[in-house]
């Protein structure tokens, strides 16, 4: 039997702004489907101030929003996880620690908006495509039809996903 909610954990180097915008838009799209996480392998310590106002200026809820450390969710004690999301190249190529469970994992990359550097228009420009190319990401994610798929199926969903642009 399929779980009534899917746990997903979006991973990036920083869990400053990609990883935290993924996981308050699978939050408020998921329809009761998903609950969404985030963490990192180094992460800043803070979230990003230009993701936060993004992310509000798009009534999309902030609170609760911490960047994170990934081992958090590797602990005996941490929420099962049925999916792991790397949306940074370079955690993709980091041994991620053994997540219990052995969720299903896909690579969704994007680039890390908070590492553009320019004028503040270039900025939040960045911004503004990063988060565009995620919540189409996850629009799709959340119509996929999970518990009718198998697990080959559902990894080729799950990475085709991941090169969709916005």
């Given amino acids: 039997m399929a779980p009534s909610i899917y746990n997903v954990l979006f991973i990036c180097t920083g869990n400053s702004a990609r990883s935290i915008m993924a996981e308050a838009i699978l939050n408020a799209q ?3 489907r998903f609950r969404a996480h985030s963490a990192g392998s180094h992460p800043a310590g803070s979230v990003n101030p230009l993701a936060i ?3 509000e200026r ?5 609170q609760g929003l911490r960047s994170k450390n990934w081992n958090e969710f590797a602990a ?25 469970g052995q969720p299903m994992s896909a690579h969704w990359g994007v680039e890390d908006p908070a590492s553009v550097k320019g004028s503040a228009e270039t900025i939040q420009r960045a911004f503004n ?8 990401r996850i629009a799709l994610l959340t119509v996929l ?19 969709v642009k916005a």
């Fill in 30 to 32: 998921g329809a009761g």
């Fill in 53 to 55: 106002e993004l992310l």
């Fill in 58 to 62: 798009n009534r999309f809820k902030t």
């Fill in 76 to 100: 005996p004690d941490a929420p099962h996880m049925d999916f792991v999301l790397t949306v940074c190249d370079k955690a993709a190529g980091e041994v991620c620690p053994v997540w219990p």
């Fill in 129 to 136: 495509d990063c988060f565009m190319v995620l919540n189409r």
């Fill in 145 to 163: 039809p999970i518990d009718k798929l198998d697990k080959l199926a559902l990894k080729k969903e799950l990475a085709g996903i991941g090169q």
